[in-house]
């Protein structure tokens, strides 16, 4: 039995297993559901990429996506500018050859924005000539011409001359050109153009005159490293913004020399602005012994003074009286502006004005930007400008970006002896806008382990603004424990206004 037994299990452990049962798997198929979308909703999305070289690199994901960029109706070239080197001028030639290519097979029949940033030389002028043409033929409503060059002083033979086809082109809305000669010999009729933007050129008065009598909408004009006009008037209601950033002095120099080989100091170079609807006026950067000059600007309601004057001579850098004339000229004419936005150069003339008992003129501004680190040369010149404020309502202190890439000119405060170490706990004065107005204080972009004043002025405002109810500040740039020490210190301060709030970002 056993055998038996035994043998029976040793057979059955021979036989072979039963077979699992097949199943099916579900195969999925991949569905590009991208590539079912209409052709208009893909080529709005091909839209959002940087530049047209990138949207054409879509052609390898199917042949769905093989012509899709050509109705692409924003163009966007851009050569970087990585420096010379032996084969820079063929790349550029390569560029150049492939913007041609692309406008070839191009068939969108308007264009919302057509851009091209590169080096121009001469050489490729023809070249240039054919695209403004293809802009002007698909009726193009923002061309964007930004040129560069390595050398500043390029000789205006050199520059790419816009055709006169473009000044008599409606479709244009938007308008950008840099290191382009800017020269209508007809008139300009750009009835849609809402912005216009040039820089690094020279323009007449005339050219002036032609360019604003031929852009009845216009809303922004925007003028940077430019010379040769000495008057810009605007009887137009549209023209809302008017920017002008850097007077191109070295153009200027070239342009302008004395027997000696200098600037005659005593020459008076003015540009006079005259805009009765203008509201926004900005004037940044150095423009050299330029002086801009207010007429007519009743409406401004918003106004940036973040410039020099400054001379590059040791004789016209002690004229303080001549600074302090520009000065006061501009701020008279902007007393009535309730959004100013002053920088460094300003305030350091506002403190040699203090020192000598000189006071800006009363001004109506209900929110004021002072664009500067807060140090020694500036403290008088704050506690100035707050002085004039009696309406002040909002104080911004903040350090743009910009400041110390465009802004290097000497330290007008040098030859003064500026003691900012107790200026504020000495301080006398009495400030109507503390007492009564001031409500809103805010710190941006400043680096508040680098001195004390930033502190001290802190503590100033917390004891002296009575109707005050919120300070913001944002520390940037520092480690985290220095920033809670901060913080604490800065939350230790007194406060004359108990609904005040300090606020960390």
Same mark, same amino acid.
Request: proline share 3%; with cysteine; aromatic share 12%.
């Given at each position: ?47 959002? +990429? ?6 054409? &690199? ?16 924003? %163009? ?37 924005? !057509? ?38 002083? +390029?000789?205006?033979?050199?520059? !790419? ?33 809402? &912005? ?26 925007? +003028? ?193 002896? !500026? ?9 006398? &004065? ?31 405002? +917390? ?16 480690? %985290? ?25």
């Amino acid at each position: 039995m056993s055998r038996r037994s035994h043998h029976s299990d040793s057979s059955s452990d021979d036989l072979p297993l039963p077979k699992r049962p097949k199943t099916r798997r579900n195969r999925t198929t991949v569905v590009d559901r991208m590539s079912m979308l209409p052709d208009s909703l893909l080529i709005h999305i091909l839209s959002f +990429l940087p530049t047209i070289e990138d949207a054409i &690199k879509t052609e390898v994901l199917s042949k769905r996506w093989q012509y899709l960029w050509t109705s692409l109706p924003s %163009l966007l070239f851009s050569y970087p500018d990585i420096g010379e080197d032996f084969d820079y001028w063929e790349r550029i030639a390569d560029f150049v050859a492939f913007v041609d290519k692309t406008l070839v097979l191009c068939n969108c029949s308007k264009l919302k924005k !057509f851009v091209v940033e590169f080096e121009y030389d001469s050489r490729f002028a023809s070249n240039v000539n054919l695209w403004t043409r293809f802009a002007a033929r698909n009726a193009t409503e923002e061309l964007q011409l930004q040129f560069y060059t390595a050398a500043e002083g +390029l000789k205006e033979e050199d520059r !790419f001359v816009l055709p006169q086809l473009l000044f008599t082109n409606s479709s244009f809305r938007e308008l950008r050109f840099c290191f382009c000669s800017v020269v209508p010999k007809r008139v300009v009729d750009w009835k849609l153009l809402k &912005k216009l933007s040039i820089g690094y050129v020279e323009l007449s008065d005339d050219v002036i005159q032609k360019i604003l009598e031929g852009t009845p909408v216009l809303e922004i004009f925007d +003028l940077y490293y430019f010379y040769g006009f000495t008057c810009l008037h605007v009887n137009q209601p549209s023209l809302k913004k008017l920017i002008l950033r850097r007077f191109w002095y070295s153009r200027f120099w070239d342009s302008i020399e004395d027997e000696e080989g200098g600037i005659d100091n005593e020459h008076d170079f003015t540009i006079e602005i005259s805009a009765s609807h203008l509201q926004s006026l900005e004037i940044s950067g150095s423009f050299w012994i330029m002086c801009c000059l207010l007429a007519d600007v009743s409406s401004l309601a918003d106004a940036t003074l973040n410039c020099n004057f400054e001379c590059y001579d040791d004789h016209c850098h002690h004229d303080y009286e001549w600074y302090q004339n520009i000065l006061r000229l501009l701020l008279r004419h902007l007393v009535h502006v309730k959004k100013l936005t002053l920088g460094s150069w300003v305030l350091q003339l506002l403190s040699i004005m203090e020192m000598k008992g000189l006071r800006s003129p009363l001004s109506k501004c209900e929110c004021l930007t002072l664009d500067t680190h807060i140090e020694e040369s500036v403290l008088a010149g704050i506690a100035n400008i707050l002085e004039s404020s009696s309406h002040l309502e909002t104080l911004v202190i903040t350090m743009s970006p910009s400041m110390n890439d465009e802004y290097s000119y000497n330290d007008l405060s040098q030859p003064f002896n !500026f003691n900012g170490e107790h200026y504020w706990t000495s301080q006398k &004065k009495v400030f109507k806008c503390l007492m009564m107005h001031l409500k809103i204080v805010k710190f941006a972009g400043l680096g508040w382990n680098c001195c004390d004043f930033y502190f001290s002025f802190v503590q100033f405002l +917390l004891k002296n603004s009575r109707v005050l109810q919120k300070m913001v500040i944002k520390v940037d740039c520092i480690p %985290l424990k220095e920033h809670f020490q901060a913080a604490q210190r800065l939350l230790s301060f007194p406060r004359s206004s108990s609904d005040a709030v300090i606020m960390f970002n």
